[in-house]
């Protein structure tokens, strides 16, 4: 006779054979495109207490099925059907014995982040061997960030506009220029070059195409690599000439121009050099007041003069400032560093030496650059580009989960700026000296943690931007 317990685990095994059309002989078991998957011919029988190897030998052999693996458990047996019969038929023959309590398929389960089959270097899947800043112990923890947004129906941070003001992005072809291999036109929604002061943002140094690709490159496509906000719309903002330079009046009329036309997150991966403050930009510092009035999200680089103060615009109160780690968790050796330092993000490189912490190893060989496609000396030659390494590639990470963090929803329909920007340093991943610190910020960027519905972070108390040096 069952125990209580054993009748209800029958009982709800039974409602989720029937419900699977399992337990019926007139439904079909078989794996189908889109059901659960089970390991083929496989059923998972669960014995009454008591019952003797010698009847599960008995059932079994009444069943026709065959014993496939090791038992799972003391009164469990793995059976194999036999060829022609289903795997509904089986389970049906093995629950007609009041022996057995339960007979189901021996299910799948699958890693729970989302892993794309972009194939990096080489075959399916190997992203994963050249994007450490995405995924494994020093990245932004990608895979289940990604999985976040898909369980919301938001994959990728759908729907967001995340402007990129930078040298333009590859993402027409039009006269020389050519679309990168893993952007398509649909990504992006129209841009401006304020260099050449037309509406075709074309990048000719192939830097604005590597920091778009960080944001948004396509994902899961088998080309090259992946886009941490992949489902995210692109607007190509061009301040930036091919030598990379670029002056605060496009700059600032870029941030406007984004703003109103419907960016919520905008990424500068630029900087002024070390000399200039607040009030030799008034433009640019009005028009990020501007931006951030419109309820959008900044981003920008925290320069890479090795310096003890954040440069500009990094530096300006409303922008989210981040520094770069390497591959070794440690601060980057170019890194600036500093009081209003806000997050720090995979940048790429050597370690810096910091005698306190243990991740930083400069007398190792250098971590690897960041990697995305992109191209060096032609506009129409896309690759894998060596030497990108920089706070210039650290910023979009942080622009990325920030458009994340909107399409999730975890903070509501449309999430204040500021908001956004308390999430996404609430949950940071703590390096150096614990809490805030200049060197690190509140720390490591973690998309996945930001994007998690269940986590719920308390504020972090940060020194007052208000107090930052100008």
């Not at 369980?151 to 759908?158: D, E, T």
């Amino acid at each position: 006779m069952h125990s209580p317990y054993s009748t209800r685990l029958l009982l709800a095994c039974l409602v989720a054979i029937a419900a699977l059309g399992i337990g019926s002989a007139t439904a079909s078991a078989e794996q189908t495109s889109g059901a659960a998957t089970y390991r083929p011919g496989e059923l998972i029988v669960g014995y009454a207490d008591g019952t003797t190897a010698v009847q599960q030998e008995s059932i079994q052999a009444a069943a026709d099925v065959v014993v496939a693996a090791a038992p799972p458990a003391p009164t469990t047996q793995v059976v194999e059907v036999q060829p022609g019969q289903s795997v509904a038929e089986a389970a049906s023959e093995l629950q007609s014995s009041g022996a057995v309590l339960y007979a189901v398929p021996n299910y799948i389960a699958h890693a729970s982040s989302y892993i794309p089959n972009d194939p990096g270097l080489g075959g399916a899947r190997n992203w994963r061997k050249v994007q450490w800043n995405f995924i494994g112990p020093a990245s932004v923890n990608a895979p289940d960030a990604w999985r976040n947004l898909a369980l919301v129906g938001k994959a990728g941070g759908k729907g967001v506009v995340v402007a990129v003001l930078d040298s333009g992005v590859a993402y027409e072809n039009r006269g020389i220029f050519r679309r990168s291999p893993d952007f398509l036109t649909s990504q992006f929604v129209p841009g401006y070059d304020f260099v050449d002061r037309d509406s075709h943002p074309n990048d000719g140094s192939g830097h604005g195409t590597f920091v778009a690709g960080v944001v948004a490159e396509r994902t899961n496509n088998g080309v090259s690599l992946t886009g941490l906000a992949y489902g995210a719309k692109l607007m190509a903002v061009r301040v930036l000439d091919d030598e990379g330079m670029g002056d605060a009046a496009d700059i600032a009329a870029g941030i406007r121009w984004a703003a109103s036309h419907g960016a919520k997150v905008i990424n500068l991966s630029l900087e002024f050099d070390m000399g200039v403050d607040a009030t030799q930009i008034p433009t640019v510092i009005g028009a990020i007041n501007y931006a951030r009035s419109r309820g959008v999200v900044i981003v920008a680089a925290s320069g890479n003069e090795a310096s003890q103060t954040v440069a500009y615009p990094a530096n300006a109160i409303g922008v989210i400032s981040v520094g770069a780690t390497t591959e070794h968790l440690c601060q980057a050796d170019y890194s600036n560093q500093g009081f209003g330092l806000d997050l720090v993000a995979p940048g790429g490189g050597s370690d810096a030496s910091v005698a306190t912490d243990p991740n930083c190893r400069p007398l190792d060989p250098p971590g690897s650059d960041v990697f995305q496609l992109t191209f060096k000396d032609s506009v129409k030659v896309f690759s894998l580009v060596p030497e990108f390494q920089g706070t210039s590639m650290s910023s979009p990470h942080v622009a990325a989960a920030a458009a994340l963090v909107i399409a999730s929803g975890v903070l509501g329909a449309k999430p204040s700026a500021a908001a956004v920007e308390r999430r996404l340093k609430a949950t940071a991943r703590d390096l150096g000296a614990p809490g805030y610190d200049d060197r690190y910020g509140y720390g490591l960027l973690d998309a996945a943690k930001a994007t998690a519905a269940a986590v719920k972070p308390a504020k972090p108390t940060e020194p007052a931007k208000s107090a930052r040096s100008r």
